[in-house]
């Protein structure tokens, strides 16, 4: 008897690697704890030591003998995350980050295609351009995460000769710096899945356009936390990734050329992952005779 062939099912989104996001949170959260824990070591004790000073002071100036003794402490410890010993570590990190994320957005889209159509299709592993925008995408990472001790040395000098003009004790000054570092460790996080969620949505894209695919529909995370749900938490966002998974623009509701993308007031070449930072959208890929029909749709 002939085996009935399978109803074919619709590809499931490829979702950004949670691999690539927690091994990339994991490094920044060590780096904001290592730029802390050497700030605090080298700066406690010359705050100690000038505390009657500049406590006693009140008329004390940016001029004062203090200022530059404590610049340098700062300095001596800021200049380590700018060496070119941080400057390998950091690119070490950027490129596995970006090595795990194509490897398993690469699995992922096979997988989710082959199951679609039903037949183990070899997809083209790497598309024409994605050598030069893995390289990219590794030298921005570069440099995001070099602007988390460029960001945070600064404000961590604001903090401290602010706290001494004032004649704050060190244990506040100490707790001032500590809350900074906690800014810079949730700042660190989100730049992790930010990129990450970024990554996965030009990987996706430019392999959808190797295998073919012309239209992805976009599914935005269908929560309180999506931008322009009416009755979510921000209901006036200026990109509304509740209304692009809804619009329709003549080919089907939510559904967008790979090519070109959706606009949003005025907006053009808006894509699942990047209609803003943090955006949770993904695209799936719309396949005719699968899960799209473009004699109904347009």
């Known amino acids: 008897m002939e085996k009935r062939r399978k109803k074919p099912k619709a590809p499931k989104p490829v979702m950004p690697s949670k691999e690539a996001e927690r091994y990339y949170i994991g490094q920044l959260r060590a780096l904001v704890r290592a730029m802390a824990s050497e700030l605090i070591a080298s700066l406690e004790p010359t705050l100690k030591r000038l505390k009657p000073a500049y406590i006693a002071d009140s008329r004390v100036t940016l001029d004062g003998s203090w200022t ?16 070119p010993l941080f400057e390998a570590q950091i690119q ?17 889209f096979r997988d989710s295609i082959n199951k679609a159509v039903g037949i183990d299709f070899q997809l083209i592993t790497k598309p024409k351009g994605m050598t030069d925008y893995l390289e990219a995408s590794t030298a921005e990472n570069v440099n995001l995460i070099k602007s988390i001790p460029a960001d945070y040395f600064k404000k961590v000098e604001t903090i401290v000769l602010g706290g001494m003009k004032d004649g704050l004790a060190p244990t506040t000054i100490a707790k001032q710096i500590q809350e900074e570092t906690g800014v810079s460790a949730r700042r660190a996080k989100l730049i992790a899945r930010d990129q990450v969620s ?5 990987l996706t894209r430019q392999r959808q356009t190797a295998a073919g695919i012309v239209h992805y529909k976009v599914q935005d995370a269908d929560d309180v936390r999506v931008s322009g749900n009416p009755s979510g938490k921000y209901p006036n966002a200026k990109i509304s990734c509740w209304g692009i998974a809804r619009q329709d623009i003549g080919y089907g509701p939510g559904v967008y050329k790979v090519a070109e993308g959706a606009t949003w007031k005025g907006v053009t070449n808006l894509h699942p992952g990047k ?10 890929a719309m396949i005719p005779g699968v899960n799209y029909f473009p004699d109904k749709n347009g």
Request: glycine fraction near 2%; charge should be negative.
């Open 275 to 284: 209609h803003h930072p943090l955006c949770r959208c993904v695209g799936i």
């Open 198 to 202: 970024q990554l996965n949505s030009d």
């Open 92 to 108: 070490r990190v950027a490129a596995t980050t970006i090595s795990r994320a194509e490897a398993d957005n690469a699995e992922d």
């Open 68 to 83: 530059d003794e404590i610049l340098k402490s700062i300095r001596s410890v800021s200049q380590r995350f700018t060496s």
